[in-house]
């Protein structure tokens, strides 16, 4: 058993309801357009995150790598009294 319709006569529908499956038709297609608009923003603002992240964290390796003011810390003398 198929799970399609059957396919529809369209000289057989009256005028109103041909001009009712344009409108649907074409209220998706604006639809489907703008979830691709708002996809595609979604992933500019996520690769934009994402790089802003990456980046802080390559910064922070990197000025921590530099960091050399506990290489000369000498231990003070104990001194007991």
């Known amino acids: 058993m198929s ?25 998706n ?3 489907v357009q703008k979830l691709m608009r708002i996809r595609k923003n ?8 994402g790089i802003g992240v990456l980046s802080i964290y390559g910064y922070t390796m990197y000025a921590v790598r530099q960091e050399s003011f506990l ?3 000498d231990e ?3 001194t007991t009294k």
């Open 3 to 27: 799970d399609r319709m059957p396919k529809i006569d369209i000289s057989k529908l009256k005028q109103t309801d041909v001009h009712f499956i344009k409108e649907v038709e074409k209220k």
């Open 29 to 31: 297609i604006d639809r």
């Open 42 to 49: 979604n992933l500019i603002t996520a690769s934009l995150l």
């Open 71 to 73: 290489d000369d810390f």
């Open 76 to 78: 003070p003398a104990k």
